[in-house]
């Protein structure tokens, strides 16, 4: 016991001595607060990935699937068709390209909606982010946090629109609107 409270004693001299903390062989003590600090990027990002994942993935396997029938009886294909052009060029060259309009606009809006719904789900599973720290700040009624982060959210969402139009834009030049 004596000589326990010597090494320890030893051990806290040294790095009170220096100022620069412990011996470099002296283990540092973390013990993580949660199972998100123990594994940061891995299994932890599986079950919010999924959840959030689960909920956009009908919506525009729909759209597309739709938006797949409805360019394949256009008369473009059907030139193509005619003209003797390969399954899998006509598949892909002219069904699926001129498909992907609606779609990229609906994943512009799903990822508006995912912002809303990364809120939630950062609570959820205790994982930081502005979610989180909304949440908080609506808890402590904190009204200059809740505003900036609703701000910071609503120019995300803009910003993601505008990439959409762009792509939109560069999918179907006939979208494109003159000034």
Do not use: C, M
């Not at 990364?118 to 009204?143: C, H, M, R």
């Amino acid at each position: 016991s004596t000589a326990q409270t010597t090494k320890t004693t030893k051990a806290a001299a040294d790095t009170t001595k220096s100022g620069i903390g412990p011996h470099p062989r002296q283990p540092r003590s973390h013990t993580p607060t949660n199972k998100t600090d123990a594994h940061p990027g891995s299994l932890a990002l599986v079950a919010p990935a999924v959840t959030l994942g689960l909920t956009l993935a009908p919506r525009i396997a729909q759209v597309f699937r739709a938006s797949l029938l409805e360019t394949a009886t256009q008369e473009h294909v059907r030139a193509a068709w005619l003209k003797e052009i390969s399954l899998r060029h006509l598949r892909w060259r002219h069904i699926s390209a001129n498909s992907l309009g609606p779609v990229s606009s609906v994943i512009g809006l799903e990822l508006g909606g995912l912002l809303g719904g990364a809120v939630i789900t950062e609570s959820l599973f205790n994982w930081p982010g502005v979610g989180t720290v909304t949440v908080q700040a609506i808890e402590y009624k904190d009204y200059p946090v809740v505003v900036a982060a609703v701000v910071a959210i609503a120019a995300l969402f803009i910003a993601i629109n505008t990439a959409v139009d762009l792509v939109n834009r560069r999918l179907d030049p006939r979208t494109a609107v003159s000034l």
